[in-house]
């Protein structure tokens, strides 16, 4: 072991927090180093100015006496058996939150069941809007399909002839 | 109020005694926990004071402390490792007191709100110049302790101070046993540093 090792082991070996095998070769290393016999004293001394001068503080009577009043109303820690058997504030305190918890997730089910509803008719307005408006569409463009061209100086206007729509009538 | 004590430790206790106070004090049996109280009152106090430097805030915090334990005494399923969950609850308290307010700014010999010092018994044994003397050093501790970075305080407080082994400061604050370790080192260090000057005195 050398002088940076056995420093470094030095707080554990005064706790006695070494295993046995690295206790022995820090007290063999002291034995030849003053150096690190020093450092050791050096420590000691520090941690036994310390326990002589700490200030060691007792808790006043406040303390248990507001301890105690807190936890005469509390229920024992832990019973033989379930605690809200043991409990009727806290049993009661439990039918509560289960009934809330009930209620919440009752609403929040219609919520949603209302929501699903109004998206598949919106859905469907959508579709039948989006047909109406194809089927417009459609009409108009056959209604002017013959006017498309009316106003280029450089396309002959079509002359309409018996044959050319042969969804006329005749004499129409 | 707390007083200052010359007595800070609890004693060698009896394990099995400790597990038959513990399990009375789980069926709601107060006399039991009161005397759990009694062992770990003053450790945990002295612990939360000296992480938070006040009086106030320390007796605050260990009355929560207390009041959490019981509550929660049904969860402990070890009973053997009592202390260091008792720790651990006071640690949590301390620390959610660091993120409410900025760091302790507030020496216990400052005034009280009705302008009267933190009372402490006076020692009989002590002429006026040696009590002087003792509480500059106090000062002189606390002040050590109180300026060491947060990481090293609480395993620093826990081993100097409360004596915990390195095995339940590790299962306390949540890490490794080499990390406890080697900030326990570098804490000693650091304190080793601020209190040289009256090692000599």
């Known amino acids: 072991m050398n002088c940076l090792q056995c420093t470094d082991n030095l707080t554990a070996y005064l706790d006695q927090e070494l295993p046995p095998g690295a206790r022995n070769e820090v007290e063999s290393h002291l034995g030849s180093c003053a150096r690190c016999g020093d450092e050791l004293h050096t420590l000691k001394e520090a941690m036994l100015f310390l326990d002589s001068h700490s200030k060691t503080l007792a808790p006043g009577p406040a ?50 069941l209302q929501y699903r509803q109004s998206e598949r008719d919106l859905q469907e307005y959508m579709t039948q809007y ?3 408006r194809e089927s417009q569409e459609l009409v108009h463009r056959v209604q002017t399909a013959h006017q498309e061209f009316s106003d280029n100086p450089f396309v002959a206007p079509a002359e309409e002839t018996s044959f050319s729509n042969p969804f ?3 004499g129409q | 109020m707390a007083k200052h004590d010359s007595n800070p430790g609890s004693g060698a206790l009896d394990p099995s005694l400790l597990r038959e106070w513990i399990k009375k004090a789980k069926k709601g ?44 005494l ?7 490792k009592f202390e260091p969950w008792l720790f651990r609850i006071a640690r949590n308290y301390v620390y959610q007191r660091y993120r409410a307010r ?20 006076a020692d009989t044994r002590k002429n006026p110049d040696e009590e002087f ?16 970075p947060e990481k090293y305080r609480d395993v620093f407080v826990l081993s100097a101070i409360q004596r915990l082994s390195y095995n339940e400061i590790a299962e306390i604050v949540g890490r490794s046993l080499p990390s406890v370790k ?20």
């Open chain 2, 182 to 201: 080697t900030d326990i080192h570098r804490a000693r260090l650091e304190v080793r540093k601020k209190v040289k000057y009256y090692l000599k005195v």
């Open chain 1, 130 to 132: 989006v047909r109406e």
């Open chain 2, 29 to 72: 049996d107060i006399g039991s926990y009161h005397r759990l109280y009694e062992v770990f009152a003053r450790k945990v106090l002295n612990f939360i004071y000296r992480m938070v430097n006040s009086v106030e805030e320390a007796e605050d915090l260990t009355q929560e402390t207390f009041v959490t334990v019981y509550r929660k």
């Open chain 2, 102 to 121: 900025t760091p302790a700014t507030v020496p216990i010999e400052e005034p009280d709100e009705n302008g009267q010092g933190v009372t402490e018994p």
């Open chain 2, 74 to 80: 049904g969860s402990l399923k070890d009973d053997a």
């Open chain 1, 63 to 112: 303390v248990w006496s507001n301890v105690r009043a807190q936890i005469a109303a509390l229920p024992a820690p832990s019973g033989s058996g379930a605690f809200w058997l043991h409990a009727p504030l806290q049993r009661w305190t439990l039918a509560g939150a289960a009934l809330a918890a009930s209620l919440v997730l009752g609403l929040g089910i219609r919520e949603y």
């Open chain 1, 168 to 170: 006329r009538e005749q």
């Open chain 2, 133 to 148: 003397q003792a509480k500059e050093l106090q000062d002189v501790v606390q002040e050590a302790i109180k300026t060491l």
